[in-house]
């Protein structure tokens, strides 16, 4: 079964910084990429960042020049570090991870439970 499991959210006054960390584990996992999603209460799922496996990134405007994605493809690790944070930023971040499990030959997809960010003003 693959998990990704998620950590680093919390509560941090504007201007401040976090760094969200997601590994994803799982016997046969072959990771084509991994990304951020943010969904805010009453708002849709977002994309905020992702990265492939070869070091492509694509992020939200919202979040240009302020949060960098990262990855670590040994450890099947994504890294989002948020910096200059923003209460328009409070919101579920989501861990999301694709590619081919098992003997399966077909693109997957796999979610974290999300962890909180609170950006108080």
């Known amino acids: 079964q693959v998990q990704l499991v998620e950590s680093g959210g919390g509560l941090v006054q504007a201007g401040g910084s976090l760094r969200l960390s997601c590994a994803a584990s799982g016997s046969g996992l072959s990771i084509n990429a991994m990304g951020w999603y943010r969904q805010a209460p009453g708002k849709q799922r977002d994309l905020v960042a992702r990265i492939t496996s070869g070091g492509s990134t694509n992020y939200a405007d919202s979040v240009k020049g302020r949060f960098t994605i990262s990855k670590d493809n040994a450890k099947n690790t994504v890294y989002l570090q948020m910096n200059s944070l923003k209460p328009e930023d409070t919101a579920v971040y989501y861990c999301?991870?694709?590619?081919?499990?098992?003997?399966?030959?077909?693109?997957?997809?796999?979610w974290g439970q999300g962890t909180q960010v609170t950006v108080s003003s």
């Open positions: 999301n991870a694709d590619g081919y499990y098992g003997v399966s030959w077909y693109l997957r997809d796999w």
